[in-house]
C-alpha cells in the first residue's frame, strides 16, 4: 500500500458537516518546499551542488512572465541557483534551439524550462528535443515518459509536474489509491495520459473520457477517484459524482462575474459549489491543483541535480513502512 509523507500543518480542511474535506495545495506544497530547502542544503553541505534551473522566455506574454517569476520566486525560497533567458518574439526556431543547447552545455544548470506556448512560426516539439534527458525538468521527454509508463526497469528522472502534483495530494490526505476505480477526465499529455500511468501504478483500475466519450456522465458516477482535467469550466457536476468520491480539479478557467472587481472568477473542472456536496474530499481552484505544479517543479529540479553526481533521486510514491515504528523493506518500495 502507498501513503503520504507526514504533512505538517493543516492541508485538509473541513468546511463543515456532511460537506467534502477540502484539500489545501496551498498548505501541502508550503511543506513540500519547505522539505525541498533542507533538501538543497544538505546537498550544498554534503556534495558542494547547488540544484539550478534555467527559465527560458520568449516574448512578452503576460501569462507566460506572470508563470515565470513565480517559478523564480519559488527557486529563490528554495535556494536554487537561477538562469533566466528573455528572448524577442521574433527569435527565428533555430536561434532559440541554439540557447537551450548552450544551457544544456552548461554544468550549473540541471532543469531547463522552456516557457510555452511559443510563436507559432517556431515548432514546440523541434525545441524541446535540444532539451536532454538529463535536464528535462518538466518530464516530458520520450525516455522520461516511456519509462513513467514501463512496469518494471529504470524510474523516469523527471515525473510531469502537475500529475506528481496530484499524487502528493493523494498520498498526502491519506488516501490509498489502491483497488479504487479512478477516471480521469482529459487525455493531453501534460496531464491526462501521465496522470493515469501514475494511478495505475499505485494499483488503481483507471478509465480515461475525453471529448469523444460517450456518457461521461455514466463513467464518473462510478468512480471513487476523478480527476478533471479537461479545460472545460464546471464541466464535471455535482450530481455525476458517487457519494464519498475523492476529486481533483486540475482545471483553472475564468467564468464572467460582475460582482467581481476584474469582472471574472477562476473555476477548475468541476462544478465545486454542487460537489462539495457530494464528495469525500476535493480540491479547490484555485488553491488546490495549482501551487504544487511549481512545488513539483522544483522536486524534479533537485531530483536532476542529485541524479547529475550519481545519488538516487527522490521517489514521488512513498511506502507506509518508511514512516511506521517498523523495520522496513524497501523492497515494497514501487517506482513511479
Keep these: 500500500a502507498i501513503y503520504p509523507v507526514a504533512c505538517h500543518g493543516a492541508c485538509i480542511r473541513k468546511m463543515e458537516t456532511k460537506e ?43 501569462d507566460s512572465a506572470t508563470y515565470v517569476k513565480f517559478k523564480k520566486r519559488a527557486a529563490k525560497e528554495v535556494g536554487f541557483h537561477s538562469v533566466d533567458v528573455k528572448l524577442d518574439e521574433k527569435i527565428t526556431e533555430e536561434e532559440l534551439i541554439k540557447e537551450v543547447e548552450k544551457l544544456a552545455a552548461d554544468p550549473a544548470v540541471h532543469g531547463i ?11 514546440e516539439h523541434k525545441v524541446l528535443a535540444a532539451i536532454p534527458v538529463e535536464k528535462d525538468v518538466d518530464g516530458f521527454c520520450a525516455m522520461n515518459i516511456g519509462n513513467l509508463c514501463l512496469r518494471g526497469g529504470d524510474p523516469p528522472l523527471a515525473v510531469p509536474c502537475t500529475p506528481a502534483g496530484c499524487v502528493e495530494l493523494i498520498q498526502r490526505s491519506e488516501i490509498d489509491p489502491k483497488g479504487m476505480d479512478a477516471v480521469v477526465v482529459g487525455r493531453s499529455n501534460i496531464v491526462g495520459m501521465p496522470m493515469a500511468h501514475l494511478l495505475m501504478s499505485m494499483d ?39 457519494k464519498g468520491a475523492i476529486v481533483i480539479d486540475v482545471g483553472i478557467n475564468s467564468k464572467p462575474d460582475k460582482t467581481r472587481k476584474r469582472g471574472y472568477r477562476l473555476v477548475g473542472d468541476v462544478e465545486f459549489d454542487a460537489a462539495k456536496k457530494v464528495a469525500g474530499y476535493i480540491t479547490p481552484v484555485p488553491g488546490g491543483v ?28 512513498q511506502d507506509r513502512s518508511q514512516y511506521a515504528d517498523v523495520s522496513s523493506d524497501q523492497s515494497n518500495v514501487k517506482k513511479e
Aim: aromatic share 2%; net charge positive; charged share 25%.
Design 20 to 62: 467534502a474535506k477540502i484539500i489545501d495545495g496551498k498548505a501541502i506544497a508550503k511543506d513540500i518546499r519547505a522539505e525541498i530547502k533542507v533538501a538543497v542544503e544538505e546537498l550544498k553541505k554534503t556534495h558542494k551542488i547547488t540544484p539550478g534551473l534555467a527559465t527560458v522566455l520568449v516574448g512578452n506574454r503576460t
Design 113 to 123: 524550462l522552456v516557457q510555452l506556448p511559443l510563436p507559432k512560426e517556431i515548432t
Design 204 to 242: 488503481a483500475t483507471v478509465t480515461v473520457c475525453h471529448s469523444r466519450t460517450k456518457d461521461i456522465k455514466s463513467y464518473i458516477s462510478k468512480a471513487d477517484i476523478v480527476v478533471a482535467a479537461c479545460g472545460r469550466a464546471e464541466y464535471v457536476k455535482g450530481d455525476w459524482l458517487k
Design 290 to 317: 495549482g501551487p504544487m505544479t511549481i512545488a513539483m517543479l522544483l522536486k524534479n529540479t533537485l531530483n536532476l541535480a542529485r541524479h547529475s553526481i550519481g545519488l538516487n533521486r527522490l521517489p514521488l510514491r
